[in-house]
């Protein structure tokens, strides 16, 4: 490094550099609390409190004149887009990493039918991969303990 000697050597620097804590721990520990508000929130709502009906009266009266800005936030108000819905859709059971081959297929064919929006098919096909993948750890699991097992009774035989 150059300069003087800064008592700190290059590789202790590199690997501080960018991330000096460690995974899951904070360089403030005691920091601002969960569910506590910034102080520009705080200064907002302190300036507002009391205005809330006012403020809403003219954006009606706005959005009833025609200003389009002001409508869309009084309906979005009114009935908020939805985020998330149910999808009904009959899947056949799954039990093994092979029955999700039929579970996607009929999520493939809800799609192409116009059953289901694309959007509500992926979703559940991410869902469903989920699903593999936690039977197949499972069954791996299942396999490594029964190797295991076999192992340790073949070693202590001989």
Request: with cysteine.
């Amino acid at each position: 490094m150059g300069g003087g000697d800064t008592g700190m050597t290059e590789t202790t620097a590199l690997q501080q550099r960018g991330k000096p804590f460690q995974k899951g721990q904070s360089g403030n520990p005691a920091g601002r609390p969960v569910g506590a508000r910034h102080k520009t929130t705080l200064a907002i709502q302190s300036l507002l409190d009391g205005e809330g009906e006012a403020l809403t009266r003219r954006a009606i009266e706005l959005a009833l004149a025609g200003d389009m800005v002001a409508l869309r936030l009084c309906l979005e108000r009114l009935a908020p887009p939805r985020k998330d819905a149910p999808v009904a859709l009959d899947l056949p059971p799954v039990a093994t990493a092979a029955d999700i081959v039929a579970a996607q297929s009929a999520i493939l064919a809800a799609v192409a039918s116009g059953e289901i929006t694309p959007s509500e098919g992926a979703a559940l096909a991410a869902l469903t991969d989920g699903l593999r993948k936690t039977i197949e750890t499972n069954d791996l699991e299942q396999r490594l303990t029964a190797l295991e097992a076999n192992l340790q009774s073949s070693t202590k035989r001989r």
